[in-house]
């Protein structure tokens, strides 16, 4: 197995952004490098879709009369299919052992692998790339390969912003997507000087490992690079992805989902596994290793923007920790359900959540978050193997995000492997093995919805 490992660790080196040693030894010119990627494309795109296809229903079903908070309807039922011949029931009445045994784990419960995992790096969906380049001027599309999921599937964009200090105002960015052409007339009225310049570094492209002027990049053009707010749209999420760079080797690294900055205020761990402590911890730790791989090399060889600590970090978090949750006008001040406003099926949901369903042991609180990490030790369930250059073994323990605002976020998990709340909790009934009904179930669901 280590040996096995090591060789595809290996493999993956050559083939991980043509690093700077691969071209010493074989010189490429851009145009060679895009010739034979380009080539390569289809493949890679295609081995993506046969796994989305044979682990998920990715239909366009959204649930009746259930929006996220700009409008866009929320996809229903759950989507990940099942081995032939069981059911939920049947798999969450067996021991963990009993379905690693028999391989019965769903395969939409797997780690998902970035688009090409090999390759790994920043990418975004089709949608963004169109309107970013609309609005902005700028691409931010790869010649090498495309984003994966459905639109329909994915976060609204451009998302509402809330801000905690003029809720007054409702969707600041007035269904705008909010770009270096239009942050200051947007948010002037509403900002301070310092927190309207955070959001101007916010918005403001730089060079990153895919999107620069080097000959290794992975657009068809040099690029300024990307800005915090290409990937965190409107201080929410575009479901951009790109594969964690703090693990190695390769296969091992995670595929993650762009989070929501809404909320940040109220966290108190940042980065899904690294565990950093403030938001001005994360927003350099980004800039400075997350754009580059976590290769400082590189990044030089690149132009990374080393951000001032004092007087530019501070402002970017300091307009992040302003980003609210959107309304959730069913929850009292203490993130309670309203009787008087809710539904028999959400009061019952919320008694699962804090009940038999053992949500709130983890996701506790107004805002549904203990801010510590956990372990949720799925390797309990299959035994490891190789999925699309990515290794499926033990995830570790990952950070308790927070479910305010829940239904306007998925995919779910943190790297996107369960598309709907219906799926979430078929994934948490199994691994908790809290045994819930089919309309225990459902309860539980609608509950999520009014957070």
Same mark, same amino acid.
């Given at each position: 197995m280590k040996k096995r490992l090591l060789a595809g660790a290996l493999s993956s080196a050559v083939v991980l952004f043509c690093g700077a040693a691969t071209f010493a030894a074989?010189?490429?010119?851009?145009a060679d490098l895009v010739k034979q990627l380009q080539a390569e494309k289809p493949k890679f795109a295609k081995r993506q879709q046969d796994l989305l296809s044979a682990r998920y229903d990715l239909a366009n079903r959204p649930a009746a009369g259930v929006t996220m908070s700009g409008g866009k309807p929320v996809q229903a039922g759950v989507r990940v299919k099942l081995p032939a011949g069981t059911t939920w029931d049947q798999l969450a009445a067996m021991s963990p052992d009993e379905v690693r045994d028999k391989a019965l784990w769903p395969e939409g419960f797997y780690p998902l692998p970035h688009p090409h995992h090999e390759a790994g790096g920043m990418i975004f969906p089709k949608h963004v790339i169109d309107r970013t380049k609309k609005d902005a001027g700028r691409d931010i599309s790869r010649f090498d390969l495309d984003f994966d999921l459905p639109e329909h599937m994915l976060a609204e964009f451009p998302a509402p912003i809330y801000l905690t200090t003029r809720p007054d105002l409702g969707d600041v960015s007035r269904g705008q997507l909010v770009t270096t052409q239009n942050y200051y007339d947007l948010f002037k009225d509403a900002l301070n000087p310092k927190?309207? =310049?955070?959001?101007?570094?916010?918005?403001?492209?730089?060079?990153?490992?895919?999107?620069?002027?080097? =000959?290794?990049?992975r657009s068809l053009e040099p690029s300024l690079g990307v800005s915090c707010f290409d990937c965190h749209a409107n201080g929410h999420t575009n479901n951009a992805t790109h594969t964690v760079g703090d693990i190695r080797p390769?296969?091992?690294r995670h595929r993650i989902d762009t989070p929501s900055l809404r909320g940040v205020n109220i966290q108190r761990l940042f980065g899904s596994q690294r565990a950093l402590k403030t938001v001005e911890d994360f927003t350099e730790f980004e800039q400075r290793a997350a754009y580059f791989d976590g290769d400082p090399t590189t990044a030089a060889k690149k132009g990374v923007n080393t951000l001032n600590r004092a007087d530019q970090v501070h402002a970017m978090a300091e307009f992040q920790e302003l980003l609210d949750f959107p309304p959730a006008p069913k929850l009292t001040v203490l993130g309670k359900l309203d009787p008087a406003k809710a539904t028999a099926a959400e009061l019952r949901g919320e008694a699962l959540f804090n009940g038999k369903g053992q949500c709130s042991v983890c996701h506790s609180g107004p805002y549904f978050t203990d801010n510590l990490m956990h372990n949720l030790k799925t390797e309990r369930f299959f035994k490891p193997k190789m999925i699309n250059g990515r290794y499926a073994a033990m995830d570790g323990p990952i950070k308790t995000f927070p479910l305010r605002g829940i239904k306007d976020s998925p995919p779910y998990l943190h790297d996107n492997r369960l598309m709907t709340l219906d799926d979430t909790v078929e994934f948490f009934n199994i691994v908790l093995q809290t045994k819930l009904t089919a309309d225990e179930k459902k309860d539980l669901v609608a509950f999520l919805y009014t957070l």
């Open positions: 074989n010189p490429m010119t851009f927190q309207l =310049d955070g959001l101007r570094l916010l918005v403001t492209p730089f060079p990153q490992q895919q999107f620069n002027n080097t =000959d290794d990049r390769n296969e091992f």
